[in-house]
């Protein structure tokens, strides 16, 4: 268990106060809280925080610091693995082809895509979001044509071309 004695549970309400972010505020305050002698289950009622990650957020003030509480610690949500002008290259053998007349497969694309960036995607998610956000868009064959008659107005068509040949 990490001990935080109630001076710095003290300075830590005192940042509090100059916090502008949601987050980081609860993330201080879980801290002051252990701070006061609360327990896990307490900071979690108090903060709205899993008991475990109040405990995971007072190891990481006693270990790194209070800078370490204010920072967010995730990553930024652009995980694209290649540039716009990059994925327009990649892309450009594809359309070629698709112009030529060639169906082109998402696991051809999918393996071809594996290979450029290094990584090996179990799903294809990626790759039908990559498309997506190059303006490629899934086109299959449809089973039969949009515009075709129904199987009751064609067994009536049947009808009237038999009575007519007679």
């Known amino acids: 268990m990490y001990y935080i004695s109630k001076e710095e549970s003290e300075e830590i309400r ?8 949601v987050n980081a505020y ?8 252990r701070g006061e002698g609360k327990t896990n289950e307490e900071i979690a009622s108090i903060t709205g925080f899993n008991p475990d990650y109040a405990g995971q957020i007072a190891k990481r003030y006693c270990i790194n610091g ?4 204010l920072e967010d610690g995730r990553k930024g949500g652009n995980n694209r693995n290649m540039s716009e002008e990059e994925g327009n290259e990649f892309l450009r053998k ?5 112009k030529n007349g060639k169906i082109i497969g998402i696991g051809e694309i999918s393996k071809a895509y594996d290979e450029a960036v290094g990584k ?3 799903s294809k998610s990626t790759i039908y979001y990559f498309l997506h956000r190059h303006g490629w868009r899934i086109v299959t064959p449809q089973k039969q044509h949009p515009g075709r008659a129904s ?7 049947k ?3 038999k009575s007519t040949r007679k």
């Open 159 to 161: 009808k009237l071309t």
């Open 26 to 33: 609860r993330r201080l305050e879980a801290v002051a809280l």
């Open 94 to 98: 594809y359309e070629e082809e698709a």
């Open 66 to 69: 209070i800078s370490s509480i």
């Open 151 to 157: 199987d009751e107005e064609i067994e009536a068509s």
């Open 120 to 122: 090996t995607h179990e």
């Open 14 to 21: 005192k940042k509090i106060r100059e916090v502008k972010n």
